[in-house]
């Protein structure tokens, strides 16, 4: 009754879009496909950008796109047009609700609400075991992070994209929903690198996200008082919050896929899905659940799934710096909006740039201190 042909631990973002995959292709019609979470999330607990070209699998589900940017730092400003991209919004709870409408019909597809305690390679198979009973399968697909080695190691360094997010409304237009703030640098820095991150989604509503890349979590209260402050002197103060939300991605290259095995593979940001030197997650899961989906009808071994790029090593780089010199992320992303066209570092972001493209925008960047990381790695 246990037994299963996948079980996907986990219903986010990457377990869910994997189940949504397998849903649509007829490869895994006769097969038992099992998801496993503590909740069968359905609300607006989570918020994903990313940027594209032209319309998207996921269009029917965003809550806003913007074709212009706005980027501001002491070193440079910008407000310009990211065509042929869009940078898209989309708010979980449309997400949810397209994914389990398509499951609903599908006999061979169970959700079964229980918290995963742990999971286990065996001989020729691999174990769930939850708070009540345990499963086999031969493929299980894991998007829950349950070791905190990757904290502990010192191999590679460990940052944190943390963040608290105010969704307000205005008693009368107070925005231009015609550009997101991809990144506000002009505010404190206090030794760490810290933006904020603005989406207007309507010309009385916005998402004002206080947002770091370091190393430590502040309190709560700290990131709600500096987008008070933020909000009062753009002169917004008439207003009222409609909800919050927070979160915490983490920002390393270590490896999580070595924990791939001949049943067990990882997903998500447990898998290393989520992008090292920014945090974006949802872009890279759509690839990834594509690329998984043709390596699972393969047959392939699970462990050689992950392959490292070189931008695997350029966010590494980025990450030794930040690691040392925390407080060097507005002047690393200002020198590099200053001297490289949107478009260009979009595209480097989506890791879709030739080597020679790469080093034309590395170039522009401060040179010493990414001589001094790559030196520091090499010997």
């Known amino acids: 009754m246990n037994n299963y042909d996948y079980i996907i631990v986990g219903g986010g973002a990457s377990g869910l879009m994997m189940v949504y995959r397998m849903?649509?292709?007829?490869?895994?019609?006769?097969?038992?496909?099992?998801?496993?979470?503590?909740?069968?999330?359905?609300?607006?607990?989570?918020?994903?950008?990313?940027?594209?070209?032209?319309?998207?699998?996921?269009?029917?589900?965003?809550?806003k796109s913007w074709?212009?940017?706005?980027?501001?730092?002491?070193?440079?400003?910008?407000?310009?047009?990211?065509?042929?991209?869009?940078?898209?919004?989309?708010?979980?709870?449309?997400?949810?609700?397209?994914?389990?409408?398509?499951?609903?019909n599908k006999t061979n597809i169970t959700f079964i609400e229980e918290a995963v305690l742990s999971i286990h390679q065996e001989e020729n198979s691999a174990k769930v075991i939850t708070s009540s009973a345990t499963f086999h399968s031969k493929v299980v697909l894991n998007s829950i992070i349950f070791s905190d080695e990757y904290k502990k190691q010192t191999k590679f360094p460990v940052l944190q994209q943390h963040f608290v997010g105010f969704f307000i409304k205005t008693s009368e237009d107070s925005f231009n929903d015609e550009s997101a703030t991809f990144m506000d640098f002009k505010i404190p820095q206090k030794g760490n690198t810290r933006f904020m991150y603005i989406l207007p989604y309507s010309k009385n509503e916005a998402l004002f996200e206080y947002t770091l890349?370091?190393?430590?979590?502040?309190?709560?209260?700290?990131?709600?008082?500096?987008?008070?402050?933020?909000?009062?002197?753009?002169?917004i103060t008439n207003y009222t919050i409609t909800e919050k939300e927070k979160g915490s991605i983490p920002?390393?290259?270590?490896?999580?896929?070595?924990?791939?095995?001949?049943?067990?593979?990882?997903?998500?940001t447990a898998g290393g899905w989520s992008k090292a030197s920014t945090g974006f997650t949802?872009?890279?899961?759509?690839?990834?659940?594509?690329?998984?989906?043709?390596?699972?009808?393969?047959?392939?071994?699970?462990?050689?799934?992950?392959?490292?790029?070189?931008?695997?090593?350029?966010?590494l780089l980025l990450l030794d710096i930040l690691h040392e010199k925390n407080y060097l992320g507005s002047t690393l992303f200002g020198e590099l909006f200053k001297r490289t066209s949107?478009?260009?570092?979009?595209?480097?972001?989506?890791?879709?740039?030739?080597?020679?493209?790469?080093?034309?925008?590395?170039?522009?960047?401060?040179?010493?201190?990414?001589?001094?990381?790559?030196?520091?790695r090499i010997f």
Not at 75 to 92: A, C, G, T, V, W
Request: contains cysteine; positive net charge; glycine residues 2%.
């Open 23 to 63: 849903s649509k292709d007829s490869f895994f019609d006769n097969k038992k496909i099992l998801i496993l979470d503590k909740e069968k999330k359905a609300t607006n607990n989570r918020t994903w950008c990313f940027w594209e070209k032209n319309e998207g699998e996921w269009d029917d589900v965003l809550t």
């Open 67 to 104: 074709k212009k940017i706005l980027f501001k730092s002491p070193i440079h400003s910008l407000e310009d047009s990211i065509f042929p991209y869009q940078y898209k919004m989309i708010r979980s709870e449309k997400f949810y609700h397209k994914i389990w409408n398509q499951l609903a």
């Open 213 to 235: 890349f370091s190393e430590n979590l502040l309190p709560i209260s700290e990131y709600e008082i500096e987008i008070e402050k933020y909000l009062k002197e753009k002169n």
């Open 251 to 268: 920002m390393t290259c270590y490896h999580f896929w070595k924990n791939n095995s001949q049943n067990i593979i990882h997903i998500g």
């Open 282 to 315: 949802f872009k890279n899961t759509t690839k990834k659940t594509i690329q998984l989906i043709a390596y699972l009808k393969g047959g392939k071994p699970l462990q050689s799934f992950h392959k490292i790029n070189k931008f695997w090593f350029y966010d």
């Open 342 to 376: 949107v478009q260009n570092i979009l595209k480097f972001l989506d890791e879709e740039t030739s080597f020679i493209e790469d080093l034309k925008i590395l170039m522009k960047m401060p040179p010493a201190n990414f001589i001094r990381a790559i030196f520091r």
